[in-house]
């Protein structure tokens, strides 16, 4: 199964060490070696890179981890190939506009159920993955509750989402630029096992002048809050579990939304 990894941020920052030791997954310390990819929001259009290679080994992953520029909403993706060949329309996080935002969208799971809809959707993908099938789902329900007040909309998100998980194993991240969301079920343990959790999360604070000196960022405030999500811990830091079948929403470095 693939890796999922993404950022909330009260300021825009860089994230050096947790992609890093995510990369390295991307092949060396993990299997995850058929593409990588990342988004960067910058207000609401994204930066996004991918390539369908080992990030580990990718001397463009290190180049885009350097280079790129600061963000407050970032969303990362490494591959294990199990539906789809290994190109680059197969290469999450998919992306996609809908109401004048990037739409980015990052999934782990098996869902090959999903391909066998005969379901009729606007929105067709590039390749042939579960993954992007989901997306095309999930484009077409974010389309008919774009109207509403944010705690319906999220509450007809997580049906929705509930519902596709009875197909398989489903983990996702996407954004719209204003929310960052994180959906998770559950994933194949390192026993062999297909349980929960399928990702964790992180709630870190720390101090703007020690931000300021780690990435430059000219931080107007005493204060940076982040929000991590990743299918696996990355640090020795106390990651929590997420609850199964829950959308959790991010905003600007808060859990607003956990269950």
């Not at 999360?201 to 931000?211: H, K």
Request: proline share 7%; hydrophobic share 40%; with cysteine.
């Amino acid at each position: 199964m693939c890796e999922l990894f993404a950022m909330s941020a009260k300021h825009p920052t860089k994230l050096e060490l947790s992609l890093a030791t995510f990369a390295e997954h991307g092949g060396h310390t993990g299997p995850h070696k058929d593409g990588w990819g990342i988004a960067y929001y910058q207000g609401n259009d994204a930066w996004l890179v991918k390539a369908p290679e080992s990030a580990a080994d990718s001397a463009t992953q290190t180049l885009v981890r350097a280079s790129a520029p600061p963000s407050a909403l970032v969303i990362s993706h490494i591959r294990l190939a199990t539906q789809g060949a290994v190109g680059l329309s197969n290469t999450q996080p998919f992306s996609y506009p809908l109401a004048g935002k990037r739409i980015v969208f990052a999934h782990n799971g098996h869902v090959p159920k999903i391909l066998e809809s005969n379901e009729p959707n606007a929105y067709q993908p590039l390749g042939d993955t579960d993954s992007e099938q989901v997306f095309a789902r999930l484009l077409s329900k974010l389309a008919q509750v774009e109207s509403l007040p944010p705690v319906d909309k999220f509450a007809e998100v997580e049906r929705f989402l509930i519902s596709l998980a009875d197909l398989g194993p489903l983990n996702l991240l996407f954004s719209d630029s204003d929310y960052l969301y994180a959906f998770s079920n559950k994933r194949t343990q390192k026993n062999g096992e297909v349980t929960a959790p399928g990702m964790h999360f992180l709630c870190r604070q720390c101090n703007a002048e020690n931000e300021r000196k780690l990435s430059g960022v000219d931080i107007n405030d005493d204060q940076q809050n982040l929000i991590l999500f990743a299918s696996i811990p990355l640090s020795t830091e106390r990651w929590q579990p997420m609850k199964p079948n829950c959308l959790y929403v991010a905003q600007q470095g808060e859990l607003i939304r956990r269950d």
